[in-house]
């Protein structure tokens, strides 16, 4: 190979280098606020990933029903199955329904005020949940109808977050020794929590496994997933 | 003149020098720690550019894609495949937008870029095939 000829390669090295450099930051502007865009498209990631969790490490079989499009939305509402969403196998018979963006009624509405209209505080949105099938639409399913929760931060882990997820821990269980769930290994066999749901938060921030001990004794996971 | 060791390692070098430069350190140790050291020059640029080019086809692709690829890969639908992943607004946001709903996964064209860096580990490839 001749001077001339290895120096065109490295040309072409930089040049490829410096032009894929610009090109992924140009990939996160568009129409929309970035910040909007980065937190769905994380959502998107987090449930791909919770989707291959329950298939490989669960042995779970997903099927996507009523439609070829999965939709996410900007806010947060009762069932509506006029969208597709995930139905979950095992051995052949369905366990659940993997939806996003739905509200669950609270422990404390469902105990004390159920038959009432919910208010504002009764009900809180969950980025991806599991629940139980057959639900009807229109309805938000409560408290104890959810198998695993899953909140999706593609931002800084702050503690007023972790103040947060505490608090939906909270309304979605009681503390207590740890109870069997409906998993046989992923993402738990047995919380600390009745009803003995799962809960899973994944990060872009690295500081989010920070909170695991406070985790451990409440029943909640945290995953650091980069984006 | 066929591709020496002497020059597969000058341009090693070089490769890695632009990598830390203009990817970062963390992302040369990762792409270094793929190659074999006790490998011929010419193998460990050859392993090193096959790194770099998986990481740019992975960085390229939105997360958007990503994970329509993996939903699409443990999702079966007797309707078909996931095809794509769209954002659906509120009546507030769809007057501020203009529209009701937005596709996440638009790819981003980007890929042609890897394709260059085929062409060179062929180039590559061709030179050290000429009596290396």
């Known amino acids: 190979m001749t001077t001339t000829k290895m120096a065109a390669i490295q040309r072409r090295m930089e040049a490829l280098l410096r032009r894929h450099a610009a090109a992924t930051a140009a990939t996160l502007t568009g129409l929309l606020p970035v910040r909007l865009t980065m937190g769905k498209l994380y959502e998107a990631l987090v449930l791909s990933r919770v989707a291959e969790d329950l ?36 051995k052949g018979a369905v366990i659940g329904e993997l939806w996003t963006d739905v509200e669950f009624l609270s422990m404390s509405y469902c105990r004390t005020r159920l038959g009432q209209t919910p208010k504002d505080g009764d009900y809180h949105e969950l980025d991806v949940v599991l ?24 931002t800084a882990y702050e503690k007023e977050l972790l103040r947060s997820i505490l608090g939906v821990r909270r309304e979605l269980s009681l503390l207590c020794d740890p109870n069997p769930t ?23 921030d690295p500081k989010v496994t920070a909170y695991q001990p406070v985790g451990d004794f409440y029943g909640i996971e945290f995953v650091h997933e980069p984006m | 003149m066929p591709l020496s060791n002497e020059e597969s390692v000058a341009l090693l070098q070089n490769a890695r020098m632009l990598t830390r430069e203009i990817l970062g350190a963390g992302v040369d140790d990762e792409l270094q720690g793929e190659v074999d050291p006790d490998a011929n020059g010419y193998e460990r640029l050859r392993i090193y550019l096959e790194a770099l080019r998986r990481r740019m086809i992975a960085q390229t692709r939105q997360p958007g894609q990503l994970a329509i690829e993996r939903l699409n890969e443990y999702v079966r639908s007797d309707e078909g495949h996931i095809e794509s992943i769209v954002l659906v607004f509120t009546p507030e946001e769809t007057e501020q937008f203009g529209m009701a709903e937005f596709p996440l996964s638009t790819g981003s064209g980007d890929i042609e870029d890897v ?16 009596g290396v």
Not at chain 1, 141 to 151: F, I
Not at chain 1, 186 to 204: H, Q
């Open chain 1, 55 to 90: 298939a490989t490490k669960e042995g779970c079989t997903l099927k996507l029903v009523g439609g070829k499009v999965l939709y996410l939305k900007t806010k947060g509402g009762p069932l509506n199955r006029n969208y597709p969403y995930i139905q979950v196998y095992r």
């Open chain 2, 115 to 130: 394709s260059e860096l085929e062409e060179l580990l062929q180039l590559l490839q061709h030179e050290r095939g000429n």
């Open chain 1, 131 to 154: 629940i139980d099938p057959g639900l009807p639409t229109g309805i938000r399913p409560s408290y104890n109808q959810l198998t695993l929760a899953v909140e999706c931060k593609a």
């Open chain 1, 182 to 204: 409906s998993f046989s290994r992923w993402p738990a066999t047995k919380v600390p929590a009745d009803p003995s749901s799962c809960i899973l938060v994944f990060s872009t």
